[in-house]
Antibody, heavy 123, light 109 residues
């Protein structure tokens, strides 16, 4: 059973950089192709941030692309999120998840999620 | 850009009733890339339906998904107490690459 665990500072100052790590256990990060970050502001809906292939290829939400970097560390079986120049609008619960691509029927979905990490942007 | 619009925003029903949730895309989409998630307070979303109509592992058969083109539906045939939650639709394949609807809250009447 794959498990994901987010970790990182819960408080970031405005204009700073938000950094989170998602540790993958119960399987190799290379055994699944793509991994993703999603965020959820308090009381609001889900927003896709970006995704990374275990080879390092990334795709980002155009609305965040200029500020986002997602990277993978296969030796530590984890992937990370950095979001720069944060403001109060970036306050949210940040989730990491596995993207399961079923190449038999071409379906794709998020089947394993971390429990979420609340990051507050405040001075 | 693709926009997914869920309706209603809130659905007030009693246990045992049937729930019908709608998700509409602003242009025709591929059903194989459409999914539904359930989220309870303080928890991560949980996959319910993928490929528009396939139930995920362990999901009870009271949950069913249907639709094609621009209109998709999640139906809960008989609401159980644990089904009161927020439900999100999701689509892959446009800009942004993954899009979520704004959610429908199913609350106890």
């Amino acid at each position: 059973q794959v498990q994901l665990q987010e970790s990182g500072p819960g408080l970031v100052k405005p204009s700073g950089t938000l950094s989170l790590t998602c540790a993958v256990s119960g399987g190799s990060i290379s055994s699944s192709d793509w991994w993703t970050w999603v965020r959820q502001p308090p009381g609001k809906g889900l927003e896709w941030i970006g995704e990374i292939h275990h080879s390092g290829t990334t795709n980002y939400n155009p609305s965040l692309r200029s500020r986002v970097t997602i990277s993978v560390d296969k030796s530590k079986n984890q992937f990370s999120l950095k979001l720069s120049s944060v403001t109060a609008a970036d306050t949210a619960v940040y989730y990491c998840a596995r993207i399961n691509w079923n190449y038999y029927d071409s379906t794709g979905y998020y089947d394993y999620w971390g429990q979420g990490s609340l990051v507050t942007v405040s001075s | 850009d693709i926009v997914l619009t869920q309706s209603p925003g809130t659905l007030s029903l009693s246990p045992g009733e049937r729930a019908t949730l709608s998700c509409r895309a602003n242009h025709s989409v591929a059903t194989i890339y459409f999914a539904w998630y359930q989220q309870k307070p303080g928890q991560a979303p949980r996959l319910l339906i993928y490929g528009a109509s396939s139930r995920a592992t362990g999901i009870p058969d009271r949950f069913s998904g249907s639709g094609s083109g621009t209109d998709f539906t999640l139906t809960i045939s008989r609401l159980e107490p644990e089904d009161f939650a927020v439900y999100y639709c999701q689509l892959y394949g446009s800009s942004p690459l993954w899009t979520f609807g704004q959610g429908t809250k199913v609350e106890i009447k």
